[in-house]
T-cell receptor
Framework: GEDVEQSLFLSVREGDSSVINCTYTDSSSTYLYWYKQEPGAGLQLLTYIFSNMDMKQDQRLTVLLNKKDKHLSLRIADTQTGDSAIYFCAPEGPNDYKLSFGAGTTVTVRA | DTGVSQNPRHKITKRGQNVTFRCDPISEHNRLYWYRQTLGQGPEFLTYFQNEAQLEKSRLLSDRFSAERPKGSFSTLEIQRTEQGDSAMYLC?????????FGQGTRLTVV
């Protein structure tokens, strides 16, 4: 299966930008997703990018994809306390559409 | 449509008992997935259905686990003779095309 690596923790001051990084191993992933999980809850789809794009912007969220390096990042502008959560990047397999997850990055927003 | 619905939200069971979880996907979503998430980890793929056909099962899914999706609508996941290692959050997701939406999960505790 695919390996997905993320840094485990990120602390950011309210109002600053957050950047969450992710590396993956399967270069044939077609779509790459970002999900948010709050304590005790399911996963909320935030955004995604198609593999032939290198950037996608969606309001406060910017996704960057470096397909050559198999590196994906999520930038959250003007980070708010409500952004405190665990963030997962999840590449999708090309044939079976299933998602591979890493351990997630816990983002803590401090005042 | 209110999204993917999972029941029950929480289940506490004694070791050795059987449990069954239910997932109601978003209507008309043809693909349905089950994932398992343990504490501090990302979700791991268990199995998925395209309509009523079960197309893939992870090797994580031992013989004690069985999943069904009769008529291609709701799905059930049954665990027989539960063990303490089965304690986890069981997540269901559905998709019609690009975006996979997750339910709130069923948290299983085996005592």
């Amino acid at each position: 299966g695919e390996d997905v690596e993320q840094s485990l923790f990120l602390s950011v001051r309210e109002g600053d930008s957050s950047v969450i990084n992710c590396t993956y191993t399967d270069s044939s992933s077609t779509y790459l997703y970002w999900y948010k999980q709050e304590p005790g809850a399911g996963l909320q789809l935030l955004t995604y990018i198609f593999s032939n794009m290198d950037m996608k912007q969606d309001q406060r969220l910017t996704v960057l994809l470096n397909k050559k390096d198999k590196h994906l990042s999520l930038r959250i502008a003007d980070t708010q306390t409500g952004d405190s959560a665990i963030y997962f990047c999840a590449p999708e397999g090309p044939n079976d559409y299933k998602l591979s997850f890493g351990a997630g990055t816990t983002v803590t927003v401090r005042a | 449509d209110t999204g993917v619905s999972q029941n029950p939200r929480h289940k506490i069971t004694k070791r050795g008992q059987n449990v069954t979880f239910r997932c109601d996907p978003i209507s008309e979503h043809n693909r349905l997935y089950w994932y398992r998430q343990t504490l501090g980890q990302g979700p791991e793929f268990l199995t998925y259905f395209q309509n009523e056909a079960q197309l893939e099962k992870s090797r994580l899914l031992s013989d004690r686990f069985s999943a069904e999706r009769p008529k291609g609508s709701f799905s059930t996941l049954e665990i027989q003779r539960t063990e303490q290692g089965d304690s986890a959050m069981y997540l269901c997701a559905s998709t019609l095309g690009t975006e996979a939406f997750f339910g709130q999960g069923t948290r299983l505790t085996v005592v």
